[in-house]
């Protein structure tokens, strides 16, 4: 049967081969593929072009690698051995950062889109589109320039597809890089005209708006501010010529434009759009929905869109609560106390986790909640404490057990049970979630993730995973810009007024005065309002203030506590937070809790930033192929 079936085929493609010549065969035209005229004449297909160039953007945060939210000792990763040595156990970031997230230098992306912008010159479909579509294309290119002068500095700025001619001599290819200061004033010039041409429609996330041109004018303003004002702060971090440092003169005419750009969106030029307020009765369970919540988010300006059965992503299923998961897998990262104790108190002051009392006693808490009590409610909308819930499942979050005589029982798996004293059954004596220190995916800090996790019944399943979509651009970053920006520009007040909007939905219920703004308070408010969502790295570049928190030296209890509202605050490495339960029948202490600061065993290095961390690394590849590429200062 085999033998005739090959015989059959053999004679079927014999035949076809038997109808046509060699040269017609390779004549035809290709059934599956569209010639420029074809595809330039079809809306749908000029849609489908421009997808794909949505598809590629860049963003050093992203949802569908988790680790790159991981870094700065804001979490501690717990995902697997070979990555907690990764991430604790180097002294130094390489000059791209861990595992080169910070690198990209695509330019033939930016040839496809100047490609694409060139050939809707020519298009067929009707004029309305291609000026949206043209504005789109333009506003992807600009986003992307944007990307690599917060990486790079000043780089080529190429606005045709260049094409090599062969000859031989590729030097009219070698394009020199521009000022960092050019970078900023071409993404700030096209997001200005760009914010005339796109729809100011609020209702518009994952598409280019007039409220996302806006947004990322008024951001690339605030940053070419800043640069311009901080970097004498680090004067080596200059390049001759201007690829690096742009001039301190510059500074205040930046923060205008930045403010002035936020101002359009606050005073809704650009479309309604206003903080997330749906859940005013439990703030920080609005705020956690803020991330996934994907009816009307009114909060959201642009953003990179995720869609079931489309395009996923496993961060749910990766930093999950692993006690009860879909999947029994999760938590990857585990936010440091470093981060959680940085949340404010209501009264507008900065204090540690109150673990002792006074004379150094530990204080002892009915619940384990109690201990996080009248605090910033974005703290309960970042993390996930012990005593709280995920998917209506409370987390188990427990290190052992203290008995009458102070010693500690405890255990090295998940839930393990122990016989106590006074007990016929073995009890429970660590958490079904940890903190397990050698055991990855548990609570090793004491602390899960909880901005960006699905609620949604499947999310932490492989089969499904999540379509939480990652948060580009959102209003209350608009607020915040026009507060910085207005600090900087000597409005106090204004900056409070800006400011106290963002804090009140936070909880916050006595307004800061003028007198309250500060440095500090400007970077501090960013921290707080956008931890675990990858701003904090540009802040640290912008500011020029992570050699001064990652200094290599490590950290004690009393200087993890030290200097709580400080832009500078030391941070180099992630300490945790573990909960001990009272094991003491018959007293009135019997099953309360108390906690402990704990150093996790594998953070071996005390982090230390370069001075050449400001800026990514230009591989040699780069700068062999263009010699007119200056390579970055103090690498």
Known sequence: MNKINYLLLALLFGGGWACESDSDFLDRTPAQILTTEQALGDAAQVESILSNLYSRQFSVARLSDWRTMADFNEVYVASNDGQTNDFHNNNTWGWNGSYSFWGTWDYGYIRELNLFIERMEVATIPERLVTIYTAEARYLRAAY?????????????????LTYDFSGDPTYLQVPRSTEAEIYDFVIAEATELATL????????????????????????????????YNSVTPSVVLEGGAIGIPADRA???YTTALDAARQIINGEAGAYSLYAKNPNNLSENFAALFYDK???????????????????????SNQPRFGAEEEEGGAMNPSLNLVQSFELLDNTFAPIPTVDEAGNRILYENQEDIFAGRDARLGGTVILPGTSFKGREVDIWAGVRLADGEIVSGNERGQLRELPGSATPQQVVGFDGPLENTPQNAVT????????????????????????????????????????????????????????????????????P???????????RRAEFALEGQYYMDLKRFRIAHRIFDGVAMDVEGLKA??????????????????KVYEPGSPDDGKWYYTEVLPSRVTAADTWQLGNYYSNISNDILTNNPQLARQPLQ
């Open 446 to 513: 004491g602390f899960y993730v909880r901005k960006y996790l699905d609620p949604t019944p499947g999310s932490g399943q492989r089969g499904n995973q999540s379509d939480v979509s990652r948060i580009q651009y959102r209003y209350a970053e608009i607020l915040l810009i026009a507060a910085e920006a207005a600090f900087e520009l000597g409005d106090p007040a204004t900056a409070a007024g800006y400011m106290n909007q963002v804090r009140e939905r936070a909880g916050f219920m006595i307004p800061l005065t």
């Open 295 to 317: 009816n009307a988010n009114p909060e959201v300006i642009y953003q990179e869109e995720y869609l079931i059965k489309f395009k996923t992503h496993g961060y749910t299923i």
């Open 198 to 229: 796109l729809p100011a429609d609020a209702s518009g996330k994952s598409r280019a708006t007039a409220g996302a041109a806006l947004s990322m004018k008024a951001q690339a303003a605030v940053y070419a501010g800043s640069l311009a004002k």
């Open 563 to 580: 200097n709580l509202g400080s832009a500078t605050k030391r941070s180099t490495q992630p300490w945790g937070l573990w909960p001990y």
């Open 252 to 254: 205040d005419g930046y």
């Open 145 to 161: 320039y944007y990307e690599l002068a917060k990486l790079y500095g000043g780089v080529p700025i190429i606005l045709e597809p």
């Open 515 to 525: 007198e309250d703004i500060t440095f500090d308070r400007i970077v501090h408010e």
